[in-house]
Structure formats: C-alpha cells, structure tokens
C-alpha cells in the first residue's frame, strides 16, 4: 500500500511513535491506514502460531490490527484515530514482530496443533507444555495504568432507535423524520454513508442523504451498538459513544429498533489467507476513498456484483489489477479484462504478500506477482443484535451467510424489532434504501 | 507454512474444523467450543459464515440445524471501565436478560434414528456429573448405559462455569471430596487423553467482615485437618500473591496453593469420548417427556425419541432436576438461580490464582488463555431457569472488580453468559434413593460447585450402585433429610 501520489491532502501531516522509530501519518486517519500507508505491513503475530498478520478488514470484524497504543493493549488500530505523538507497539512477538523467534511454532506444526491431544497423558512432557502454554498465552501485556473515571452512563429515551446509517438506515431515518417520529440513529463511523461512501460504488446507488435535514440531535455518530439488552423499563440498546470528552455507555430505550447494521467483512479460507497484504474489499475501498491510500499491484479474488466494481474503482484510482479470480461466475459483460472464473486461490509470501494463484476455468493455473490481495464476497449480515432481541436467524447454504428472517416490510419474530438492507442478506445499495423506507413506513404503522 | 485460516483470531484452520467433525461434533455451538473458532477478539464476526459454509457441506446435518451460536453481548470489546459507569438499583431484584435461549435447540439436531428400547440405567444428563457417572460404571463394567442430554454437551453449567476447583471448603466431607476430585484431575489425560489445563495457582479468599473473617479462621484450623495447606495470611502477603490488589476493607485473607482453575469442556468430552468407546450411548438434543412408574418403580423414561425400558434411573440434569423430577411427581427442594458470568480479552499471564471476596461473592481468575475470567451472585436474583445476560451484572461486577484490581479497568471484556446454580436449602447435593420411588436416583444440587465435585463423587456412586456396599455419602445428603434429618449447611459458596 501507498498514499496516492496525486491525491489531495486528507489532513495535517502528524508523526507517531512506532516502537522507537516516527511513523507519518495523518491526523484523523485511522492508525491502521497510517501504518500499511508507510509500508509497515507487519502489525502483529497470531495468537497460537505467531504468523505475521497485517491489517485485513478495517471494519472491527477481525483482529490483525491489534496494537499496543499508548500503554493499552489490544487496541483495534483501524477505529483509532491518529494523533501525533501516539506511541504504538506490536504484540504477542519476541524479540519483535518482524523477527519473531516463535514463529517457527508454525513451521513445527505445518497440519496444525490439537490442543487436546498433544501430550495428554505423557508424564513429564505434559507439564512443560503446560508451563509453555500459559506463557505463550494471551496477547498483550496488562494496561499500564488506570482507566480515568468514565462519564456518568446515561439513559435516553427515543420511539425508535436506528443502528446503522448506511443506504438502509438513512433511508429509514428519512421517512421517520417526515413523518414527524422522533428517532435516534447510531452510526459507529464518523460519518454516514456507509458503503455508498466507502465502497465500490455501483451505478445505480441511491445518492447519500444529508443528515443535516434531519431533527437536531437525531444522528449519533462515533457510536458503537454493544448489545440489545432488557430490564425493568423493557429492552434497551446498549452503546458506547465518543463524545467530544471521552467515551460514554448510553442505555437507549425505545418503541422500536429499527436495526440496519450492514455486513462484516466476510473471510474466505484459502490458503494464506492471513498473510498480511490481503485485505478485505471493502477494506481496500474505503483506504482509496477515504484516505487516498492504495496498493500498486492487486489480484482480486471473491464473487458478487462488488468484485468488479471493486476492480473498475482500483484501477481508477490507479491501481494496477493484475487478476480478477470469480470463483462463482458467470463474468458480468463490463468485467474487468484480467478477470475470469476460477477456483484454488492461494496467496504467496513469507511475511507479506508477493504473489496470488487460482486455477482458471479451463485447468490451468494462473500465477501473478502483486502486492495486494483483496478478497470481495458478499458482506455477512450483522445478525447479532436482531437475534439477541428474538429475530430468527438461518443459514442460507446457497450464499453461505447466516441471514435474519424478516418479512418484505422488515417485520422480525420479535415484534419491536425490524431489520433492513445488508442484514436481510444483501442486495445493492439501492435495494438496501427501498429496504430501508418500507421498513419505516411499517413500523409506522404499528406504533400508538 | 501455508495454512488456510477459518477463524484467524484463534488460530484455527480448516483442518482444525473437519478435525472436530471426525471426532462428532457437527452443530455450530460444539465446533465452536472444540476448535475455538469464534472465542477471539471478533467473536465470530468475520468467520462463523466462513465455518457455517463448510458445515454445511461436509457435517452431517440438516440445513435447518445450522444456527449460529449465541451472540453474546458486548458486540465490541468494551471496557470495564465504561460498564462500571452504568448505575445498578441494588433494591430491585434483576429483570430479564437476553437472548432467552432455554428450550431453543432446534428440532433439527434432533438425531433420527430412534434412542434404545432398554438399558440397565438411564442417566438423565449429560453434564459432567452424568458422564463423570458413565464412565465410572464402565470402568466397574456396567455399559449397558444411555445418557440422555438436552442440547450439546457443554450447554448447560458444565459449560458456562469458571472452572474453579478448590478444597477450601466448609465442611470435612465436601474437603474430602474436592481433594479426592483434584487428584482425579491430575490424572484425567492419562486416564482419558484429553488436556484439562489444570493450573494450580491457589485460591485466595478474602473476608471484608469480622463474621467472614472468623469463618475463613474456622475452616482453615478444618483444612489443616484434613491435610490441606491452607493457611490465613496477612495483607502484605496477599499483595504478594497479587500485585495490585487493593486490600482496602478487608479484615483477613486465606490461601491454598494447591486450589486451582481447569479448563471445564474436556472433561465431558473425554468421558463421553471413552463411553463411546465403550458401547455406551450418549444421545444428544433428546428430551425427556416423562415415565411409565407402576409398583413403586420407574419402569421406562420416555423421550421425544420413543421409550427406554429400565433397571434404574439416575437423575443428574443439574438446575432441571427438579422439572424432570416433578414428571415421575417427586418433588426435590432443588431451585435454579441464574449466575451471571463474563471473560475478557486474553492478556499475558499477571494473576496466578483465583480471587474471591467471600461476602459479595465476586471471584475472578485468569484462564489459561489469558482471559480474566468471573462473576459474582446477586442477592436479589429470583429463583427460576434463566440463562440471559444482563447489563446490570457487567456493571456490578466491573464495579467490584475495579475495586479490588484497579489497573483492569482499561481491560475489555468480550462476552458475558450465565448458567443456572442448582440450589439447595442447606447448600449440600442430592443423592441417594428417592423415597417410593427405589430405582430412581438422585445426584444434583450441587449449588454451583458441581463441576469440581463429580469426578469423585460419580467414583463413589458407581461403587455404590455397583455393589451395593453401604456408603454414607447416600444417606447423609438423602432427599429424606429435608423432612426428617438434621440439615448441615456448607458457608463456602460464591459466584
């Protein structure tokens, strides 16, 4: 990865500490661009075989960027925002992340380590494994000091909570503010948009609405959903916010959840799938967009509608694409000249990506050098707060994603709760915000 | 070395997941539990489709019983720090909780084909204490056993417990017991192949009351007795143990060295493994639905599999004991109390033992993943199965945490469940005959410590039921003592 050349400044120029050494980075940005912006690839080891990992999904759905940053560990680089004289380090390594001893734990144990078995039984060797065990352990050392105190928790009440302000949510939002119902929308990012602002766009995206036409007070950004609780006042949706002091716990009781939460990043398990240059799509969307950062060279493997149009938005920001691998096909009529129907991704290097090969169609196996791999499938619905307030979930075999079950209208098996856009099992952003409308327009109907 | 990750927090492969198919375990909730897939920092966000797909394809199993696992509040990591904040009205007793799971495994899972016509003994869960008590009775010969288990193994407290084992106890028999357990858990990989991480980093209890403080006095002269080292010791020697702790308020400390924490899931996969083995059916996601009894005997447990003619029934299904029971219209004194339990994100090893406050209840221990890893009771919790989490406990418990540990309030937690304790009115077990009803028996009421307690008393049940040599374990905690016998109550309780 690199900035773009030609991009224009995203902020002020800042330099971070990264273990000793200044690190540039922007102002802002997350520390996770800053860092595979600066080639540092390298963020960490994996927790039992202590493989390389770099940043993969940029969304809080994995854990290959996890730091140490300003004395606290585990931090989740890619939601932390820059600011000079941060001090991060790398974890679970010795004596560093990019010589680290134990990674030859990988080499010993190339078909893996059942942890059940191994030396069960055997006198001696089963209690130095155990002594090893519990020192190879764990990531990250104990916070170096004290948590502040926090704010007061606080307690809100609103007629409708809305979780998400992408496509679906905003479009839900809309409605409600039309029709005069108040609401409170949480959206975890900084700002709304979701994949309309930090995804491949495709042509028939619905344009992102202006908040700024909505109740004051009605959007709450930075904010983080944690759980659909109950008590003695009903359910509850429990979050966390960043507000201009600090963080704050918010305990937000409505009439209706109306929850547009999106995808996670979804992973596909190839060979080397970990390997540190291979990004989530939406991932590699979003550092293009957002924060001018690309790779030169990228293979792009996965299937859907948002695999081409993440080739076409790569190249266009100057990215060389060097495959496009569908592993589903059929190719769609604007595809990408490189690309073609495949299977057998595996991805190549030692500590970072150098190459990328698939069998094509016809048998053959195609092999490219580049420094990217960017895997696009198929975002996996969200379903964790819908099915925790009594939505059923099930698996869609044919698209491999757990889906919530809901009625067009969005209605769920619980009936304070409604779902719409990616969380039903996806479709475009236009169909998302149609999703999105109905589904206010229901639940409307069904409050007194 | 090229691998291919399913769940890349944990470290586990593809092959890791048709490892845990070979061995059986097919549904989402035991790969799960087998592989460690889901049990990172994402806590199965970006993998549980990815492990679902391949399920799908190669488990054996209906579309239908593909569900997700439970998703367990926090959805992101989040401090204690932060849960703290959150006000608790310690007047009011605790409502709800989510999601409500009970009676949720869906038909699905169900196996097909029907459970056996007829068995010498039927043991009524799959709980440690049911397979502790299977795999005792083949070892003395007996196989001619079913165990009839609700959900997977590991769903109900043999699965959601902090794995604590302990013999600071308040009475001579339960020292005993526990000591006998431990040994046990010492050898269980020898004996059965399977690792249960036990690391004996002691147990340090603390008392911030006179009348608690002379209580820990009082069963420290007892565990001496009975040869276990325990011993009271000052402040200063605590913060020893545990750099950090705060000893504000606490009036005297004891401590055990040889109390420890296991790892709680091998050890029923290890006796339903050996089972197996051994001819003995361990059948999963089967309910029973009630008993054919005429003569003063149970005659056939009925499931919602077909029947299972019968020589003796154990009744062994922890907080559901008395629902089962109250089917064959024998009433047990046994209430189920939620615990509300929660693990944080994994650090590197900074606490050697498990610590408990032994008048609010509140312990915590770090596992060997690294996790800290505890709960603490809640006086005003109701009677009655419920396994959903609630704010208010993340927020009482980070609240005691932080006073007695204040450098984890930065620390995360990653998800919190909870388990029902098996509560009984003198805090002792259940076992022994039923009252007109002989070949029916009892083996719960474990109040929250059954985990530690089965490996040796499901020993002394099989010498028991096998020879039918007097032992006084069956009498002394018979169900009869609650009408006619004097009640000897054990004060050691926590979570």
Redesign the interface.
């Known amino acids: 990865m690199r900035r773009i050349p030609d991009a224009s400044p995203r902020g002020q120029a800042i330099t971070v500490d990264l273990e000793g050494e200044p690190l540039p980075a922007v102002e802002g940005e997350p520390l996770a661009c800053s860092l595979v912006a600066a080639g540092e690839d390298v963020l960490a080891r994996s927790i039992k075989y202590h493989r390389p990992r770099g940043a993969f999904c940029f969304a809080a759905a994995c854990s290959h960027c996890l730091m140490r940053v300003d004395g606290l560990p585990n931090i989740y680089t890619c939601r932390t925002p820059a600011r000079a004289g941060m001090k991060l380090e790398r974890q679970n390594a010795f004596p560093s992340a990019k010589v680290d001893l134990f990674g030859t734990i990988d080499w010993f144990f190339p078909r893996g380590l059942d942890h059940h078995e191994m030396f069960a039984g055997v006198p001696v060797a089963e209690k130095v494994m155990a002594k090893v065990a519990r020192q190879l352990a764990g990531l990250g050392l104990l916070p170096t000091h004290e948590a502040p105190p926090r704010l007061p928790a606080r307690s809100l009440r609103t007629r409708v909570a809305v979780v998400g302000g992408g496509a679906a949510g905003l479009a839900a939002a809309k409605v409600l503010a039309e029709r005069g119902i108040p609401f409170l929308l949480l959206e975890r990012e900084a700002r709304v948009g979701g994949r309309l602002t930090r995804g491949a766009p495709l042509q028939d995206d619905p344009t992102v609405l202006d908040v700024a036409s909505f109740p004051k007070g009605s959007v709450l950004t930075r904010a983080h959903a944690i759980g659909l609780y109950d008590d003695e006042g009903g359910r509850f949706l429990g979050a966390v916010a960043l507000e201009p002091e600090g963080l704050r716990l918010l305990q937000i009781h409505a009439d209706r959840f109306l929850l547009a939460p999106g995808g996670h990043p979804g992973l596909l398990p190839f060979e080397n799938n970990d390997l540190p240059g291979v990004y989530a799509g939406r991932a590699a969307s979003l550092l293009v967009r957002e924060h001018g950062v690309a790779p030169e060279t990228a293979a792009l493997v996965g299937w859907g509608s948002e695999l081409h149009a993440l080739a076409r938005l790569m190249e266009a920001h100057g990215t060389k694409v060097v495959a496009v691998a569908d592993l589903r096909g059929p190719l769609p009529a604007n595809a990408h000249s490189t690309a073609s129907t495949g299977s057998d991704p595996k991805a190549h290097g030692l500590k970072r990506v150098g190459a990328f090969s698939f069998t094509r169609a016809n048998g053959k196996k195609k092999k490219v050098d580049c420094d990217a791999v960017l895997v696009s499938i198929p975002s996996s619905p969200s379903f964790e707060l819908a099915r925790q307030g009594g939505a059923s979930v099930h698996f869609d075999a044919e698209r491999g994603l757990f889906v919530v079950q809901a009625e067009a209208d969005g209605r769920t098996a619980a009936s304070d709760v409604f779902v719409a856009g990616d969380i039903t099992g996806g479709g475009t952003a236009k169909e998302a915000a149609a999703a999105g409308a109905r589904t206010a327009e229901a639940l409307i109907g069904g409050l007194s | 070395?090229?691998?291919?990750?399913?769940c890349?927090?944990?470290?586990v492969?593809?092959?890791?997941v048709r490892?845990a198919l070979s061995r059986g375990y097919c549904d989402v909730e035991s790969v799960k539990r087998?592989t460690g897939f889901g049990t990172?920092?994402?806590q199965g966000?970006?993998?549980?489709?990815?492990v679902?797909?391949?399920l799908?394809k190669e488990a054996p199993l209906k579309?239908?019983g593909?569900?997700?696992f439970?998703?367990r509040?926090?959805?992101?990591?989040?401090?204690?720090?932060?849960?703290?904040?959150?006000?608790v009205d310690e007047t009011?007793a605790?409502?709800?909780?989510?999601?409500?799971e009970l009676g949720t495994f869906p038909p699905a899972l169900r196996p097909a084909a029907p459970v056996p016509q007829k068995a010498k003994v039927v043991i009524i869960g799959g709980g440690v204490m049911g397979l502790a008590l299977a795999y005792n009775l083949s070892l003395r010969g007996e196989t001619d056993v079913v165990v009839l288990e609700r959900g997977y193994l590991c769903a109900g407290a043999s699965g959601r417990n902090g794995g604590g084992v302990r013999m600071q106890w308040g009475t001579s028999v339960n020292i005993e017991m526990a000591k006998r357990s431990i040994d046990l858990m010492k050898?269980f990989?020898?004996?059965?192949?399977?690792?249960v991480?036990?690391?004996q980093g002691g147990y340090l209890f603390l008392a911030k009351s006179e009348a608690v403080a002379r209580r820990l006095e009082r069963n420290a002269d007892l565990h001496n007795k009975h040869g276990v080292p325990t011993r009271i010791i000052t402040a200063d020697a605590a913060r020893e143990i545990v750099p950090g702790l705060t000893m504000k308020g606490v009036v005297t400390a004891s401590f055990n060295p040889e109390d420890g924490v296991i790892f709680p899931w091998?050890f029923l996969?290890g006796y339903a493994q050996h089972c197996l083995k051994k001819g003995i059916k361990v059948e999963t996601f089967t309910n029973v639905t009630g008993f054919d009894i005429s003569g003063g005997l149970v005659r056939k447990v009925k499931t919602d599999r077909g029947d299972i003619a019968c020589d003796t029934v154990v009744l062994a299904a922890g907080a559901w004991s008395p629902e089962i029971a109250k089917l064959a219209d024998v009433k047990l004194p046994n209430e189920p109390h939620r615990h509300e339990i929660l693990s944080t994100?994994?650090?590197?090893?900074?606490l050697g033992p498990l610590v408990s406050v032994l008048d609010s209840g509140l312990y915590f221990s770090q596992s060997?993943?690294?996790?800290i890893v505890g709960g603490m009771g809640d006086p005003k919790e109701p009677a009655g199965l419920n396994m959903g989490?609630?704010?208010?406990f993340v927020a009482r418990f980070s609240r005691a945490l932080?006073e007695q540990l204040?450098?984890?309030?930065?620390?995360?937690v990653l998800r919190q469940w909870a388990g029902c304790y098996d509560v009984t009115p003198d805090n002792n077990p259940v076992l022994g005959r039923t009252p007109q009803l002989e070949n029916l028996l009892q083996m719960s009421g474990f109040v929250g410590h059954g985990f530690m307690m089965a490996p040796a008393v499901a020993e002394r049940m099989a010498a028991w039921m096998t020879t039918g040599e007097h032992d006084e374990l069956f009498h002394r905690f018979n169900l009869r003592r609650f009408t006619t016998g004097r009640l000897e109550r054990e004060d050691m309780i926590i979570g």
Request: aromatic share 6%; proline share 15%; with cysteine.
């Open positions: 070395m090229s691998k291919a990750l399913i890349p927090c944990e470290d492969t593809v092959e890791d490892h087998y990172g920092i994402c966000k970006s993998c549980q489709a990815a679902a797909a391949l799908s579309p239908q593909i569900q997700p439970t998703p509040p926090p959805l992101f990591p989040t401090e204690l720090s932060l849960f703290a904040s959150t006000p009011r605790p409502v709800g909780g989510v999601p409500e050898q990989a020898r004996d059965l192949g399977i690792n991480w036990l690391r091998p996969w994100e994994p650090l590197k090893p900074f060997m993943r690294g996790e989490s609630t704010l208010r932080i204040p450098q984890v309030g930065h620390v995360k």
